[in-house]
């Protein structure tokens, strides 16, 4: 029994900080893996093109039978006697092997090549992007967990501080300083309140799930959540955000590798009006002339050929070289967007700190309000009513407290996520 014991110990006690649950859906989350999977494919893609210099080995063999042997028959006339000869055997084989070798294909393959080298260096990027991306999901998760955590905490106090209330009533009920109404209607305050923490601890399962989801791990539910400490800057200038966005943002690098792919592959296409040169090494035997001698031999042969349909590749290069255009504008928009990003996460950030100013004093004051009616009701200056309001104005105050702090540390982490990397605290 204590050798269970103590293997549950560790279940029970597990702990997830914020940097631990950020490092576990890196390694675990599926949009990352997905990514992951879209670079490995690039890599074998490289490893594909870079045959395209290898040699092309070939290797024929065909049986053949007739029905009737063909043969040749000269009538007289041509010769003072006519003559018949057979033209091929009636059951033959033909055996060829050997190799191609592309000498010249008018560019085509260094530019393949190197788009896919930008196509790896692309899906690094885009890599990279994701893993930020996660990376604020996780952690606004982990926030998310832990702002409805703090509320159970602020409902739990409630039902304490009620209950007391409750237990003072009951004791002036005896002594006759109240009515059995005032009993009753704390009674119903105190079902409020309980209700209330139900729901949150509810909602504080259904926000662990969303991380567990993020993570992409099958950890106990009943983990426990540990406080954060992320340093939150007083003073940040927009424009040295917009700039570090700018510059960080790894989709904005991808998209410009995307730009020089298009730009190879113009030139892979307009490759179709170079002429293309190729060698050929090949043995080959057949038996299906009996008068050839000798039935196997060797070539060695060395060709050009030019070829083309019109002007169809300039007309596809020139489709591409729009489709490079078209990118830049794409790139133009996806700069915008991303200040536009930043430009909102700024202000929500800037309005968060604001709310959380307007919370801690409305806490302090709600406070300070409920110790005196407490007190008040205590010499009986105040009613029941009075205390249970100034109660429920303190839990309120309690949770707005909570929700604004979590919300400034969210929207930080936003800001972070939408300059694309950590922002020093000043």
Partial sequence: MKRVLFALI????????????????????????????????????????????APEFFLNFSYTTYKDTPYTK?????????????????????????????????????????????????NKQLLKETITQITAQTKAAYL???????????????LQAVEKHL???????????????????????????????????????????????????????????QPVNIKIPENLDLQALYNLALKNRNIIKSVRLKEKEVQKLEKIQLSSFFPKIAAQAYYFYTDQYPYLDPKNNYALSIGLQWKFQGIKPYYSALKTKLEAKKIRFQLKQLKNNIKLEVKAAYENFQTAKENLKVAEDTLAEAEEYYKMVVEQFKNQLASTTDVLDAE????????????????????????????GGKINAQ
């Fill in 10 to 53: 560790p279940m029970l006690a597990y702990g997830l900080t914020i940097d631990e649950a950020v490092e576990k859906a890196i390694k675990q989350n599926l949009e990352i893996k997905q990514q992951k999977v879209e670079l490995k494919k690039a890599k074998i893609q490289l490893k594909e093109d870079y045959n395209l210099w």
């Fill in 74 to 122: 000269i009538p007289p006339g041509v010769l003072p006697f006519p003559l018949s000869f057979k033209q091929t055997d009636k059951d033959f084989k033909n055996f060829s092997a050997g190799i191609n070798f592309p000498i010249f294909t008018g560019f085509a393959r260094p530019n393949k090549i190197s788009i896919s080298k930008l196509e790896i260096k692309s």
């Fill in 144 to 158: 998310d967990a832990l702002m409805t955590q703090a509320i159970v905490e602020v409902y739990k106090k409630q």
């Fill in 167 to 225: 237990y003072r009533v009951k004791e002036f009920y005896k002594e006759g300083l109240v009515t059995k109404v005032d009993i009753l209607q704390t009674q119903v305050k105190l079902s409020e309140v309980k209700r209330n923490l139900r729901k949150a601890e509810g909602n504080l399962k259904i926000a662990k799930a969303r991380l567990r989801n993020i993570l992409n791990e099958n950890i106990n539910e009943d983990f426990e959540l």
């Fill in 392 to 419: 429920s104005m303190l839990t309120s105050a309690r949770k707005g407290r909570e929700i604004s702090y979590y919300q400034l540390i969210k929207a930080f982490v936003e800001l972070q996520k939408a300059v």
